[in-house]
Structure formats: structure tokens, C-alpha cells
């Protein structure tokens, strides 16, 4: 009747002790698909980089007025390459036009280079600009009269995100961005990028 008993107690150790095993590996297998969803969805997913200009920092200015238009522009363009992915941003040598009315007056370069992973890359870079390429200058006139110079700059960046030092994805990125400056005061009054 005892070693019945006896018997009984080890059978039913040994059972909670497996049920206690396969409690953990349950456990364990639900953590590592968790921990899988969270990589695929968080790390593995490959944001667009954002590419933008912030405001201009302006060296010389000089316009002419509604009768006679015209402008001359010196300025450092900082341009910012925005990361937020978990690897390095790779880019290719590109440029950013300035236009004024749809017409180019002037071009930027940013030299090949790279945005480490959730960071931003600054680039400052030297830019003139002249309103000698204008075919017609009426609206130019116009503009001057009220006093603001309305500047749009575009870009695309090409390169690849790279993500555990082994995937690559390609990815390029576009700057549209629009600004009005004050002539008078030559300051950047407004800024707006898409
Ligand atoms: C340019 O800036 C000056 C000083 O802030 C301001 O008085 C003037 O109204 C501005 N011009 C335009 C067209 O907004
Ligand atoms: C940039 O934005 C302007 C409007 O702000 C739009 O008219 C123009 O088509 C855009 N250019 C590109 C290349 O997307």
C-alpha cells in the first residue's frame, strides 16, 4: 500500500516536472517569435531616407527692381540627408537645382558620401545664383516690386540602405522645397519642402 503510494508521488513529480518543461518551451518559443516580428517589422523594414534643405544662409544678394529685373545670389545651402533607418544610408554624387519660375538658375553638389544609421547627415554646400538664364522676366519684375524672390529647389539622392552589414535595399529620395526670401533684408522668410 506505501511503495503503491510512493509510486504514485514519483509519477506524478516526474509529470509536473515535464508539464513544467513544456511550460518554458512555450514560453520560450512565443519570446523568439516575438523577438522575430519585432526585428522583421522594426529593423528589417527600410524607411526612405528624407531629403530636405533648411533654411539658406545668405552671403550676398543683390536685385534689381520692376523695371530693370534681375538677381545675383551667393549662399550656403544646408542640405540634410534624415536616416532613420537601423544600417547606413549609402548615396551617390548628386545635384540640387535651384529654380526660379520652373527655369534653373543656379546648381548644387553633394559629393557621394553616406548617412549613418538613425542620424542625419549635414551637408553644407556652396551655391550661386544668377537670373541671367531667364527667358522672360515680367514675373520676376512683379515679384521684385513686392519685395520676396521665390526659390524652389529640387533633388533626387540614389543609394542603398544597408542593414545587418549584409542586405542591401535601394532607395532614393526626392527634394522638392519651395522658400521665399525677403530682399530687402535678405533673410529666408518661409520654408516649405515636400
Ligand atoms: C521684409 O522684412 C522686413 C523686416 O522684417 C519687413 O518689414 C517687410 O515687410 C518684409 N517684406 C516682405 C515683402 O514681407
Ligand atoms: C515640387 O512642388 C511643386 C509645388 O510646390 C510642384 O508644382 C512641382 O511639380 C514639384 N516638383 C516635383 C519634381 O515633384
Known amino acids: 500500500m506505501v511503495e503503491e503510494r510512493r509510486?504514485?508521488?514519483?509519477?506524478?513529480?516526474?509529470?509536473?516536472?515535464?508539464?513544467?518543461?513544456?511550460?518554458?518551451?512555450?514560453?520560450?518559443?512565443?519570446?523568439?517569435?516575438?523577438?522575430?516580428?519585432?526585428?522583421?517589422?522594426?529593423?528589417?523594414k527600410v524607411k526612405t531616407p528624407k531629403f530636405r534643405v533648411e533654411t539658406l544662409r545668405i552671403q550676398s544678394l543683390t536685385a534689381g527692381n520692376q523695371n530693370s529685373p534681375s538677381f545675383d545670389m551667393a549662399f550656403t545651402a544646408p542640405i540634410r540627408i534624415k536616416n532613420t533607418n537601423f544600417g547606413p544610408y549609402k548615396y551617390d554624387a548628386t545635384t540640387i537645382d535651384f529654380t526660379y519660375?520652373?527655369?534653373?538658375?543656379?546648381?548644387?553638389?553633394?559629393?557621394?558620401?553616406?548617412?549613418?544609421?538613425?542620424?542625419?547627415?549635414?551637408?553644407?554646400?556652396?551655391?550661386?545664383?544668377?537670373?541671367?538664364?531667364?527667358t522672360s522676366t515680367s514675373?520676376?519684375?512683379?515679384?521684385?516690386?513686392?519685395?520676396?524672390?521665390?526659390?524652389?529647389?529640387?533633388?533626387?539622392?540614389?543609394?542603398?540602405?544597408?542593414?545587418m552589414f549584409i542586405f542591401k535595399k535601394k532607395k532614393s529620395t526626392n527634394m522638392n522645397?519651395?522658400?521665399?526670401i525677403n530682399v530687402s533684408t535678405k533673410t529666408v522668410q518661409s520654408l516649405s519642402c515636400k
Open 177 to 180: 522645397c519651395t522658400m521665399a
Open 139 to 163: 514675373g520676376l519684375g512683379n515679384e521684385l516690386s513686392s519685395g520676396v524672390l521665390t526659390l524652389n529647389s529640387q533633388g533626387t539622392l540614389s543609394g542603398k540602405v544597408e542593414l
Open 101 to 134: 519660375g520652373g527655369v534653373q538658375v543656379g546648381q548644387g553638389s553633394i559629393p557621394k558620401s553616406k548617412a549613418n544609421m538613425k542620424s542625419t547627415k549635414k551637408v553644407d554646400v556652396p551655391v550661386t545664383l544668377s537670373s541671367s538664364a531667364l
Open 7 to 44: 509510486d504514485f508521488e514519483a509519477q506524478e513529480e516526474k509529470r509536473r516536472k515535464r508539464m513544467k518543461l513544456a511550460g518554458y518551451i512555450a514560453a520560450f518559443v512565443v519570446f523568439q517569435t516575438l523577438v522575430i516580428v519585432v526585428f522583421a517589422l522594426v529593423v528589417m
